[in-house]
């Protein structure tokens, strides 16, 4: 995994990426619209030029995420960048040349459609129902096929948060809510959610690339709300402010009559109180892997 061609090296993962394998001595070509990329195009629109034989691994990393659609030209903007993007890169490479042996794709959890679970393993059916999720699915469908008739190793890594300096999403939400003083621990704050370190993928994938396979990819923490909102507030010097469920739960019902508009309802809240982890043993045992403690190693900035 000398030559690595990754999409999406100007987000946050992408970042973690890029640093870490040019830090290793590998040579990368980023692929994106972003002004510091070396390959600079959209995946959005079928695309030429990619020159196959100079790629021994293709990191998948560009996607659309952290983004609720209200809008029916939203729902198609995941298909047009999570599953259009992938066909276009794909029949690019085809395009270019000699093929690369392996190619990795970026997925989620959303995939599962799962809402509440301990330890949900790779094997559970894919029932995401979102646009975001079902993208991804439809992507992850394509490579399976695409990659089998051209003898290409795939991996399809399912992260769900990511945690590392400046993190977007619900994690970066939850950070500039408790430095704003904005942030409430619901109830006791036991619910927990599986967390990986950014780091933590790109340090895996030259290893999976010598196995292929799907793959969840957490910590062994699994840590709570409460436990994560410590790590984050201590940082900070903040305090966390706690409020009782029941009234959050009336809201939340007044927040199913009121829909979109509405800051809470029963969906954001089951989010929060509910327990959702995810296993990590398929990929422990795939490459003898040891995730590094979200807790104890989590800087915000």
């Given at each position: 995994m000398n030559n690595i061609l990754l999409t999406g090296a100007s987000g946050f993962l992408g970042k973690h990426m890029l640093n870490r394998w040019c830090g290793e001595g590998m040579h990368v070509d980023s692929l994106g619209r972003a002004d510091s990329n070396s390959i600079r195009l959209d995946i959005v629109n079928e695309f030429t030029?990619?020159?196959?034989?100079?790629?021994?691994?293709?990191?998948?990393?560009?996607?659309?995420?952290?983004?609720?659609?209200?809008?029916?030209?939203?729902?198609?903007?995941?298909?047009?960048?999570?599953l259009q993007g992938t066909i276009h890169l794909c029949r690019a490479l085809e395009k270019g040349g000699k093929l690369p042996y392996a190619f990795v794709f970026i997925s989620t959890v959303a995939v599962y459609?799962?809402?509440?679970?301990?330890?949900?393993?790779?094997?559970?059916?894919?029932?995401?129902?979102?646009?975001?999720?079902?993208?991804?699915?439809?992507?992850?469908?394509?490579?399976?096929?695409?990659?089998k008739d051209n003898d290409i190793t795939l991996v399809i890594l399912r992260p769900p948060l990511i945690a590392g300096a400046n993190a977007p999403g619900n994690l970066g939400a939850m950070v500039q809510a408790i430095d704003g003083n904005r942030y409430f621990r619901i109830g006791k704050g036991e619910a927990r959610k599986s967390i990986v370190m950014a780091e933590d993928i790109a340090a895996v994938i030259p290893d999976l690339v010598k196995v292929g396979g799907i793959y969840n990819i957490t910590d062994d923490d699994h840590p709570s709300f409460k436990e994560l909102e410590e790590v984050i507030a201590r940082q900070l010097n903040k305090r966390i402010r706690t409020m009782p469920l029941l009234p959050i739960r009336i809201a939340s019902m007044v927040g199913d009559l009121l829909g979109p508009v509405a800051p809470i309802n029963s969906e954001k809240l089951n989010k929060i109180i509910k327990t959702l982890t995810f296993s990590n043993q398929k990929i422990k045992q795939a490459i003898n892997w040891k995730p590094t403690s979200v807790l104890n190693n989590y800087k915000i900035i």
């Open positions: 030029g990619l020159q196959g034989d100079s790629f021994d691994v293709v990191v998948h990393a560009a996607g659309k995420a952290h983004s609720i659609p209200k809008e029916q030209w939203e729902e198609e903007q995941f298909f047009d960048v999570n459609g799962i809402s509440e679970g301990n330890f949900i393993s790779e094997d559970v059916a894919l029932n995401g129902s979102t646009p975001y999720a079902l993208s991804k699915i439809a992507a992850e469908e394509y490579l399976i096929s695409w990659c």
